[in-house]
């Protein structure tokens, strides 16, 4: 029979409990040591670690008061606040197990034990040690990662009066947990503000998690968001954590908040005025702490007028807005912006040494940029691609300003496979390759409008 690895520390002031406690229990873990003087405990577990401490309550001759083995439990957390402590003592007194857990200790097992009782009891201690460990290293490992997350990326860039606003916005709502709603066209950088606002504010050591609500489909809405428990439905092989209880602590981010329907709408209420969620096919409520930021370039006025928005819902995100202005209306921005991903992509693809010539600025702020920021994004990306090394050359830099209009002009020539063809190339050129948008556009689901995609090589 293989052994559990668990590290086990045996303090009794007696030889012969000592001596049975190990015999036994080096039949089933790994490691098995005993100490006889409790006041060498402290010294103890700062030269070795163990994972499960079964500690004795009673150490001076006729004692029955416990206070020895309860003050040295209290020892044994302040040198390590996540020891697992199980007690022991020959006194089957429940006052007595009660005031142990109290203080810290994990179990509480009578002398004389049964072997059964005593080695469940272990099993269950260690399991218990391995599973406080692993959530430790996994949120040491999470606060590495945000850390990380944070100091890369999360820039917003620019120094015109519109973004000089936005920045002092952030600033004031960043240290609060009041809701917030941004808002802006498409590629305005919204996720980026959110993420800016997560960095700033008193949650940042914890998680930031996205969620595109357009691309979450009705269905799976609940599961998604709230979790499911194993068996609730048929793909539900295993219980799931939803996006709110992953997020407690830190800041849930909904983005394209504006594409949910009214039914969805109303769930989402309800989670986010209570702050609980209840798992898909679970009847145990779970309280969620989270900082909400959500965002849409919906107008939700006019769908709140139109009916296509709930107004309660409004009012329950929008504690704060932050509007982003379209890169059109802060040119004076596009500059910087363009350094800043030149450097950036100049990087990546190894070509030290390229400026920004006077023509290609003349270029680009000749420009309206219906995609944003994300368009001129790509465009210095492609740039920097086709570009000659040490040599950005205005030809280098690609602007097709898109059609204000998707109508199609049919001739003789056109068949249905080309006029599918330009739905397509439109649809998308119009949402700046959002695929999300331009399917709802064209009236079809994101696969299909994949599918046409590959088959027109597009």
Sequence with gaps: MSKMTCRILIVDDQEDILTAGRIFLKQHFSLVRTEINPQRLPDLLQKEPYDVILLDM?????????????????RILEVDPQAVVVMMTAYGDIDLAVQALKLGATDFVVKPWHNEKLLATMISACKLRQSTSEVQHLRTKQQHLNQTLNELGVELVGSSPAMQRVYQTLEKVATTDANVLILGENGTGKEVAARLLHRLS???????????????????????????????????????AGRFEVASGGTLFLDEIGNLNLPLQAKLLTALQSRVITPVGSNRPRPVNIRLVSATNMPLYEMVKQGRFRQDLLYRINTVEIHLPPLRERKEDIQPLAEHFLASFSKKYQKPNLRL???????????????????????????????????????????????THTAVTLDTEATLGNVEKTLVQQALLKHNGNITHASKELGITRTALYRRIEKHGL
């Design 58 to 74: 009673n150490y001076t001759a006729g004692a029955t008061s416990s206070r020895e083995g309860l003050d040295l439990l209290q």
């Design 202 to 240: 008193h949650r940042a050591k914890e998680v930031f998690i996205p969620v595109d609500l357009g691309a979450v489909t009705e269905s799976l809405f609940e599961s998604e968001l709230f979790g499911h428990v194993k068996g609730s439905f048929t793909d539900a092989k295993e219980d799931r």
């Design 357 to 403: 010539e006077k023509a290609v600025l003349q270029k680009l702020l000749g420009y309206s940029w219906p995609g944003n920021i994300r368009e001129l994004e790509h465009t210095m990306e492609r740039a920097v691609i086709m570009s000659e090394p040490g040599h950005l050359h205005p030809s280098d830099v690609y602007l097709a300003e898109p059609s």
